[in-house]
């Protein structure tokens, strides 16, 4: 069974920097880690879930929300099984419970959410 487990939220003051890490298990040798993309996903207070970066199971390609292109990157370890997002100047916008995001063919995986509060 997958298991994604998203750490390294908190309490940021605008223009700071966070990375957040997503912990990856169960995957098996027929659907190993390397063959998903990831993906993170954020939700603000009052507004719906939405997608923020994504990147292929070789890590090769990334691609961006506009709104936090420039200042966010994502990036695997296919060896540790982890996906990051290095969040830098950061906004009171970017406030958000965020989630990590597993897909390959028709399966998908969600992780819990953490949060990060952008606020002086």
């Known amino acids: 069974q997958v298991l994604l487990v998203e750490s390294g939220g908190g309490l940021v003051q605008p223009g700071g920097s966070v990375r957040l890490s997503c912990a990856a298990s169960?995957?098996?040798?027929?659907?190993?880690?390397?063959?998903?993309?990831m993906s993170w996903y954020r939700q603000a207070p009052g507004k719906e879930r939405e997608w923020v970066a994504g990147?292929?199971?070789?890590?090769?390609?990334?691609k961006y929300a506009n709104s936090v292109e420039g200042r966010f990157t994502i990036s695997r370890d296919n060896v540790k099984k982890m996906l990051f997002l290095q969040m830098d100047n950061l906004r009171s916008e970017d406030t958000a419970v965020y989630y990590c995001?597993?897909?390959?063919?028709?399966?998908?995986?969600w992780g819990q959410g953490t949060q990060v509060i952008v606020s002086s």
């Open positions: 995001y597993a897909t390959w063919t028709s399966r998908e995986f």
């Open positions: 990147i292929i199971g070789n890590g090769r390609a990334t």
């Open positions: 169960g995957f098996t040798v027929r659907s190993p880690f390397s063959n998903f993309a």
